[in-house]
């Protein structure tokens, strides 16, 4: 039965995506720039030409690759989030693999010394605290350090069709959330670094020497199946597209289903025992491979977002555009302990780039009103936005 999903899937994407062919794909727009040249490699299991991994594809056409660089979730993306991942040697190519994640998030200048250029091909799902574009700011960062160019081999964002979400007040920067953009920014991961370039926001305001290799076939409102899911917790389209809104629950006491087979599909705490009207209960349990879940072993009541149409609450999921503010009203109103909903350590806040969203939360401000706020903000990064646009 996991096979035939697996080739069903497979078929959709191909179906979905038979158009676009991603900077990878397009071999005959980089792969002169690599020959002779001793090269490092930023990727996980995203980065494939087909159904051909990009460092296996570019050894068999005799690139000399000394170093893979690797980000959270590791080279093969089977690590849980927040596990520490350590340096290792890739079992298939024999390549050492450098970690990106823990407390070597930039790469050292020792670990450059023999590099004469870097490629970077990592699928984003174009939110903002996924660490993925704060992985490509370190690794631009010291790549304009040391004088090395960057390759950006680009890829569709499969949340591109809106900007939503408030501007991150870079008071509250880290590493889920390093620039002054939306929640969700409505860019490619190469228009995403031009616009890091461009606005000189690394460090001392230095430049990377860039080269994107954009997509074909591919605008903004072009539907994108991910043929890889791109985390261990985001399995499918559903979760990709639910993850803007769901994730702010990270900063919470609720569970987003992390530890179960719906992973960012749903949320729910075992105090929400009917409060939510609806018949739906999940247990996590721990991850095999390390991490803390959330609620590990305990009952969870809330909502299923797993599938479209599901009854009265899919008012905030399907109906309404961008981030579900009403979702966070709704169960911070349901939640009988108001004081423990949000997080001692205001990990929301991380997540929102600010403390207002929160308050405004709190002191009971609709979802309109909270929207209102951001629009002034996000018109002016459209505006910043529109300068490194590759595609329409």
């Keep these: 039965m996991k096979g035939l999903f697996l080739l069903l899937h497979t078929v959709v994407c191909f179906g979905l995506n038979?158009?676009?062919k991603t900077g990878a794909e397009r071999t005959d727009k980089y792969?002169?720039?690599?020959?002779?040249?001793?090269?490092?490699?930023v990727a996980n299991q995203t980065s494939l030409i087909g159904s051909t991994h990009l460092v296996d594809s570019l050894i068999a056409l005799g690139i000399e690759i000394k170093t893979v660089f690797a980000p959270e979730h590791g080279f093969r993306g089977d690590q849980e989030a927040g596990v520490t991942i350590k340096n290792e040697t890739d079992s298939k190519t024999g390549l050492p693999v450098v970690s990106l994640y823990g407390k070597n998030k930039?790469?050292?200048?020792?670990?450059l010394d023999s590099i004469e250029i870097v490629v970077f091909d990592i699928q984003d799902v174009g939110v903002r605290f996924y660490t993925y574009i704060s992985t490509m700011h370190y690794v631009m960062e010291a790549c304009a350090e040391k004088g090395i160019p960057l390759i950006v081999l680009d890829r569709p964002?499969?949340?591109?069709?809106?900007?939503?979400?408030?501007?991150?007040?870079?008071?509250?920067r880290s590493f889920v959330g390093m620039h002054p953009v939306p929640v969700v920014y409505g860019m490619s991961i190469g228009e995403y670094a031009k616009m890091i370039n461009g606005e000189k926001w690394l460090k001392g305001g230095i430049k990377c020497d860039l080269t994107v290799i954009p997509c074909t076939g591919y605008t903004h409102e072009t539907p994108y199946v991910l043929p890889v899911k791109p985390s261990p917790n985001l399995p499918n389209s559903r979760a990709v597209s639910l993850y803007p809104t769901l994730c702010f629950f990270e900063g919470t006491a609720l569970s987003v289903g992390r530890g179960t087979d719906l992973p960012f599909q749903?949320?729910?705490?075992?105090?929400?025992?009917?409060?939510?009207?609806?018949?739906?209960?999940?247990?996590?349990?721990?991850?095999?491979?390390?991490?803390?879940?959330?609620?590990?072993?305990?009952?969870?009541?809330?909502?299923?977002?797993?599938?479209?149409?599901?009854?009265?609450?899919?008012?905030?999921i399907d109906t309404i555009p961008g981030i579900k503010i009403e979702l966070f009203i709704d169960l911070y109103?349901?939640?009988?302990?108001?004081?423990?909903?949000?997080?001692?350590?205001?990990?929301?806040?991380?997540?929102?780039?600010?403390?207002?969203?929160?308050?405004?939360?709190?002191?009971?401000?609709?979802?309109?009103e909270i929207r209102s706020e951001w629009k002034k903000d996000l018109d002016e990064f459209k505006k910043i936005r529109q300068k490194y646009l590759l595609y329409y």
Aim: glycine residues 10%.
């Design 106 to 111: 930039k790469p050292q200048p020792s670990q």
């Design 333 to 368: 109103n349901r939640f009988p302990e108001k004081n423990n909903f949000f997080g001692k350590d205001l990990f929301f806040d991380k997540l929102a780039g600010n403390s207002t969203l929160r308050k405004d939360i709190i002191a009971g401000k609709n979802a309109t």
């Design 31 to 41: 792969f002169e720039l690599l020959q002779n040249k001793r090269i490092a490699v």
């Design 157 to 172: 964002n499969p949340n591109s069709n809106y900007i939503d979400g408030p501007i991150l007040d870079t008071a509250y």
């Design 266 to 316: 749903v949320v729910g705490h075992p105090l929400l025992k009917g409060k939510t009207n609806e018949n739906f209960s999940f247990t996590p349990v721990s991850a095999t491979g390390g991490g803390f879940i959330v609620q590990a072993g305990n009952t969870c009541y809330g909502y299923n977002f797993s599938k479209s149409g599901m009854l009265e609450k899919e008012k905030w």
């Design 18 to 20: 038979a158009q676009i």
